[in-house]
């Protein structure tokens, strides 16, 4: 009896109520599961997006209902999982900066985007192809500034960019994104989207609420650039132009509460939908990290892709900022 009552008190001893187990919160994604997931949210936009790519919303209605859902086809006729232009492009940004201890050279993003336009892409953007011929034929790793440039093309690919310069200041982050940016895009409007996302999945990858995200990044960046405005107006049906996508891109992401609603939402406003996707994608997944990406949709996109997305992201980020 004796023994029983000195048992009971250890027990109650060991589980004084400012001992007990607190209830479990959910584990916040690392800085690296944020950067994989974002190089996979690539991915799998791009491919959920291509499906509906030129298509107006109302056509997506009409064929889909809502699309959700990664199968292919569109007007590229892919296999369900494949991927276009703006994954293949990220991917040979991905190899130059690697293979450059993680240093974006001008001169090796211009060679990796010209080997990847050598092995015949499945699609490839005007802009893209003329920036890519202007450095074969003259060896310049920067296009002449043109309004003409004011496309989403460089945005699409930039994630390795915004990666291997997590941490670093304004200037280095910004002379990264131009050395890829300027081999094809030489445009004030596409830097600028650069630079908004770039603060964006920079603010993702420290762990930001979306509340931050919006109120202390979206917001002020669109008061200081009115170009980037994205209230009230619903972006449906976005065009190539850098400001149609982030506007698209920015209402589905902010509007939505997961990886796969965001997702879900840009690409069926149609238009750029690959790009959208892919887009929406960088950010939803620098944002709800790994865990938020559905099963069914990992087993969906082309397994070379996944494995290289799932763990590229975080080789590209800087040693000092790893987790
Ligand atoms: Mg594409």
Redesign the pocket.
Known sequence: MERACFLLESIQSAFRSDDLPKPAQPAQPTTSARANAAMLGVALG?ALG?TL?FMTPSEIRHQFGLHHEIIGGGWLHLKPGQI???TGMMLALSDAILQNNGQVIPLACAKAFDGWMRNRPV?I?NTVRRGIVHFRLSGQTAVQPSVEAAGNGAL?RCLPVILATFGADETETMAAWQAQAHVTHNNALSDLSGALFMQLIHAALAGASKRQLLNEVAHPFAKAHPEFTFRPKRRDYPSGYVIDTVQAVLQAFFDTDSFDECLVEVVNRGG?S??TG?IAGMLAGAHYGLGAIPARWLKQLDPHIRERCTSEGEKLLPRSQLQ
């Open positions: 791009d291509a790519e276009t232009d703006d699609d953007g699409m750029d690959d790009t892919a």
